[in-house]
């Protein structure tokens, strides 16, 4: 009995193949959206260096040359000086290429460096993709050591449900939240402690700072300090490392005992939760202090709440209200108020996604410019 090859696959099949590869399956559209997304983060970028009071001063016929040749220099910028010259002299060789000399006789001599052009450009495009995908990598062990830091499941709460969420705007985030007992667990009566925090800044220099109070505030915690004691330690341990006040955080510290279902609070100039209560009425926890990190002597005022079966708790960040779509609308916190009034009766975890699939909708594929965190208890 005889076999045959397999058939080849036909030129087609091989097209679809390697256009698959390159795109992931994403469909047109899908990229396009993240095309336009790139973009729009790439020219924010680079504009942060075109002087735009100048820009505005000159007639409107000569802007797009200004801005164009501002651009290019903000780009130069951010490459190495060997990488400068490598540039230089790959747009040397293109603008040069196509040029033709005549010479007496009917001989002619046409200068092509286009291919030089390209290889150089490649070059280039190499050494900048090694450059990144080495950072990524780091990055990447940077977010693995980020999510030990912070719980992956909810800690067990007598008559209440906790349920977070966070979307790093970058590999690592300067957002912190957490949901832990100090002293003591669930089972023998101890108040559980939730946390929610935002470094100023983004990206590494947040997360180490980030990284630093979550170390401080467990090991300030498990002395079983009051709430505004533990908060002053706290304030004071962040202001070693704030740099001047320059890298402050804004933190709500929550105390919630489940025996008597009352939440103890500090709001260090963080966005004020919402408390939603079984009536579909809604509450602010406002702030009440300064920001961490920014002077020692600050002074940071607790209040209470009794929360009662069926009121929810919701935590977040500053993304969250500030999320913005592909027109530059901002979600709002108006809007967030709004979706939170109308929650339907569900558990922490869906409630939590009812949430973020409102923000998610909104944003569709645009890329944020922060983090985006919530968290929700709510009290069964």
């Known amino acids: 009995m ?3 090859a397999p058939p080849r696959p036909d030129l087609f099949s091989r097209i679809g193949t390697f256009w698959n590869r390159v795109s992931e399956g994403r469909d047109l559209d899908d990229l396009w959206s993240q095309f336009v997304d790139d973009a729009r983060s790439s020219y924010g970028f680079y504009g942060k260096d075109v002087d735009w009071d100048e820009v505005n001063r000159l007639p409107a016929w000569m802007r797009p040359f200004r801005i164009g040749r501002q651009l290019f220099w903000a780009m130069m910028s951010k490459l190495s000086p060997a990488r400068r010259v490598i540039l230089l002299i790959a747009l040397i060789l293109l603008v040069s290429s196509g040029f033709k000399f005549e010479f ?30 080495t950072i990524k990598r780091d990055l990447e062990i940077a977010r693995e050591i ?18 977070f969420y966070t979307r790093p705007q970058n590999s690592v985030a300067g957002d912190y939240y957490d949901a832990f007992y100090p002293t003591r667990d669930a089972a023998t009566g101890g108040k559980l402690l939730l946390v929610m925090a935002d470094v100023a800044g983004k990206s590494i220099p947040a997360a180490l700072l980030m990284a630093t109070l979550q170390a401080s ?11 505004t004691q533990l908060a002053t330690r706290l304030n004071q341990y962040a202001c070693a490392h704030s740099l001047g006040g320059q890298r402050f955080t804004t933190a709500v ?4 005992d489940p025996a008597t279902q009352i939440l103890s609070y500090v709001n260090a100039g963080h966005n004020s ?19 961490l990190g920014i002077t020692p002597e600050a002074t940071f005022p607790s209040a209470d709440l009794q929360l009662q079966s069926g009121d929810t708790l919701v935590l977040f960040t500053d993304g969250v209200v500030e999320a913005f779509n592909s027109s530059g609308e901002e979600y709002s916190d108006a809007r967030w108020l709004s979706v939170i009034r109308g929650l339907p009766i569900l558990n922490a975890q869906q409630t939590l996604n009812f949430l973020m699939n409102s923000v998610s909708d909104f944003v569709g594929a645009t890329r944020q410019s922060d983090d985006i ?7 069964s």
């Open 2 to 4: 005889s076999s045959s």
């Open 104 to 133: 007496p006789g009917h001989s002619t001599l046409e200068v092509d460096f286009q291919l030089f052009s390209a290889l150089l450009f490649l070059l280039l495009l190499s050494l900048e993709l090694a450059d990144k995908i």
């Open 146 to 163: 980020q999510a030990w830091l912070v719980p992956s499941t909810p800690p067990p709460v007598p008559n209440a449900e906790v349920a």
């Open 217 to 227: 505030l467990h090991t300030i915690a498990s002395e079983g300090l009051p709430l």
């Open 253 to 256: 510290l929550a105390e919630y």
């Open 273 to 291: 939760p919402v408390v939603r209560r079984a009536n579909s009425s809604t509450e602010r926890l406002e702030s009440g202090g300064l920001p």
């Open 373 to 379: 965190t919530c968290l929700v208890l709510r009290c």
